[in-house]
């Protein structure tokens, strides 16, 4: 495949073709439908954070006036446990049948226990009250260390470890080498343990949906998610209903970041709605989010690393335990596999342990795992580098993975881009400046860096021609940060016209291909590659249309500019045509002109970035704020600059939140005491400083245009690049999440309690 | 509960509506009169993903009952481009990519543009600040700010 140059549209800043919409609050969210006889769907949750369900009695509920339905467990296909796993990619049916629907035992505050559709919301709030369900409340754990205990509470009594009932469900390692042997050539050994908090990806949308389903069952689903591919096949699965019956539309999604790659109200409301006969909206509330949707783990990790006098490091030993909640699955792939990556380490054992415990099941966010297991390497690397009198950056430049290092999680890396961010960071302006005087306030700068595996897989698109000659691209993945800008930008390219002219759409299931999920920073990856293909297809079959009139060979026709030329004179004098005419020609001359192309695509490379930070620390106050900011990241080629920044700029600004104060903070009676954004505080505009983007561009080469995923990335250096310029602020380290200011106090305040003591 | 009758000016518009006596502005606005243009992001006043203007002022309206608006004049997204042309903040945030997913753009454009108001030529810390109500989980806020401190400069010079 031929790298584009010398482009037009490629790296520009276009105007993205969803923007007008939504500029003027026309844009379709997923609680912005109404249809006609629609009605309101709740959910019933349970208050305790661990207890069997003796019995629900829904009587009282159903003779409520205006209820038309109430579904339980019972109305949900189940996937029993001892039959196995059933994967819907990473997901196992087993656990999500019972996430969204509690079955024998409700295992979080805010586990669903029933769900009832009436005429208005507060007659189906109502009537969740008139449900009665008799709980026999049991022992509950939520932090790691309470669930690892020897009598701890156990969640799924089948689950065993080392032999016995466990809440480790879960065990990898990533290995090579001897570390034994490793550690022994160190002359500098340092080894920590950090603790992170769950924290939610925060998304400004609620999750929600709108669903119908008519007496022959075909079902319409209109909801906002990662993938309408994911919710049609869920919910199949999970009703019984075919998945060639469902059609599921695509809304405009309002943030996700790996949050929305799972279903939890779309079964509910297909029941509910198949029970009652009306269309179902559901719209989820801002405390339902934060008690039942995935945050990502809390953590605890220990890190150990072991360098030569001379800055080489022989051996790193990770240990990652990261809290599933209820059910299994947290991802420790990502800590295990990532953390370690941007290094080449010849004797590593980096291991990840999943662990349940009786919170909200963690879905994906954003490099899930990744950015945990950066938090401990990167503060740990951070260390070693002074205790070795290094410049943080030499130290990760003299044992930087590159093109040939084998990374423990198996590659063997291609043409990688890691030495360039942190040669771009160290030539950066920001690096170079001084820190300046804070006025009273303590100044420090800290650097770290990160990996992400990126992704490929399923993706199709249809390019279709108008019969004006213009240009419609339908793709499958639902477009979370301006994936349809890209596409414009490409499709024009090849096709040689201006980017206004072609409109691209997200298809729903039933009029696209199968298009997996948006995650895993794949989107624009592989969308690209299938309206590559389906262009360079149409190209094609425009030369050969122009052939024919001319009627001269095809191979003598070449296409430029949005038209067909001669490819010299030699080939006959012809007035070029141009897309427009030949698309007015198109029925005349063999019918419409489109092509679909439908993949597997392979060949995304990971990615790797590296980012500096200042900050500023009120000692009265305890309060870190971030003044400064770069990152520097391999982006393979930036398609729409404007939103590849944007990626790196947004991603950057969760990891301050995540750094920060962002905390999942837990009442005595187990439940989640700050399910709001009032006191789960993300950064608001008044938090943060510009955040500046260095774009290293070095091409994938397994991709036409050279994509590399670039979304996920920008949160795994964050957290680790904040603490250790709060290092260099205080002299004093933290090895706990989030650095808030109670926190800060805290470690302030640590000589004078020793003295004192 | 019997609905209550409720008159209004929206967008430029006199409005006639029906609403519960406890159903906020927010709920009005999405339901009967169909503008969901304003979004729900928390329903606590702490998202400004609804923010409308009541008599030029800005507010959260999920904080306001939809009753209150009786005889007050409502501004939302809906009303701010003038049939096709964009109001210049609309303009600019798609120039500048200053959304991403676009739930709080609503609600972004809505706040700045009673900034611009207030204060034509605001400092950076006077926009951020201005904008602290507003979640955006998207972008960092740092186009969003560049996209207001642009308009003001444009809009200032004309
Ligand atoms: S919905 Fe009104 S402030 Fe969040
Ligand atoms: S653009 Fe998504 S929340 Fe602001």
Known sequence: MNVVTNNKWIGQRTIRPDGMDKVTGRAQFAADTTMPGMIWGKILRSPHPHARIKSIDTSKAEKLPGVKAVVTSKDIVDFPIEKGAVMLGIQDMRWMCRNVMARDKALFPGHPIAAVAATTEAIAAEACNLIEVDYDVLPWAIEIDDALKPDAAILHEFNKFDGKPSNIVGRLEHKKGDIAEGFKQADIVIERTFTTRPVHQGYIEPHACLISVAADGKTTIWSSSQGQFMVRAMTSMLTGIRQSDIRAIPAEIGGGFGGKTIVYLEPVATLLAKKSGRPVKMVMTREEVMRATGPTSGSKSTVKIGATKDGKIVAAHGTFYLQAGAFPGSPIRGAAGCSFAPYDIPNLLSEGFDVCSNRSKVAAYRAPGAPIGAYAVECVMDEVAEALKMDPLDFRLKNAAKQGTKAAHGPVFPRIGYIETVEAAKASPHYAAPLGDGNGKLRGRGVASGFWFNAGGESSAQVNITEDGNVVVTTGHPDIGGSRAGIANICAELLGIDYRRVSVIIGDTQTVGFSNLTGGSRVLFASSMVVTQSTEKI???????????????????????????????????FEPLTLEQLAEKAPAMGGPIGAGVQLNTQGADGGFGTHVCDVEVDVD??????????????????????????QLQGGVAQGIGWALNEEYIYTKEGKVDNPGFLDYRMPVCSDLPMIDCIMVEIPNPKHPQGVKGVGEVPLVPVMAAVANAIYNALGKRFYALPMSPPKVLEKLDEPLREAAE | MAKVHVTTLINGEPTEFLCEPNDTMLDA????????????????????????????RLVCSCLMLAVESEGHEIRTIEGMAQGDRLHPLQQK???????????????????????????????EEEVRFWLAGNLCRCTGYDKIVRAVMETAAEMRAQ
């Not at chain 1, 949005?562 to 030699?570: D, E, I, M, R, W």
């Not at chain 1, 106050?621 to 944007?646: C, K, M, N, S, W």
């Not at chain 2, 945030?93 to 454009?109: H, K, N, P, R, V």
């Open chain 2, 29 to 56: 606005l999405r339901g009967p009169l169909g503008l969901t243009g304003s979004k729900e992001g928390c329903a606590s006043g702490d998202c400004g993903a609804c923010s409308i203007t009541l008599d030029d």
């Open chain 1, 539 to 573: 190209i094609q079959t425009l030369r050969e249309r122009a052939a024919k009139i001319w009627e001269i060979d095809p191979e003598a026709v070449k296409w430029e500019n949005g038209a067909a030329h001669p490819v010299s004179p030699n080939a006959g004098q």
């Open chain 1, 621 to 646: 106050l305890g309060i870190a704020r971030v003044i400064r900011y770069t990152a520097v990241q391999d982006v393979g080629r930036a398609i729409h600059p404007g939103y590849v920044e944007g």
């Open chain 2, 93 to 123: 945030f798609l120039e500048m990519a200053a959304l991403q997913c676009g739930i709080c753009t609503s609600g972004m454009l809505v706040a700045s543009d009673a900034l611009l108001k207030k204060n034509p030529d605001p400092t």
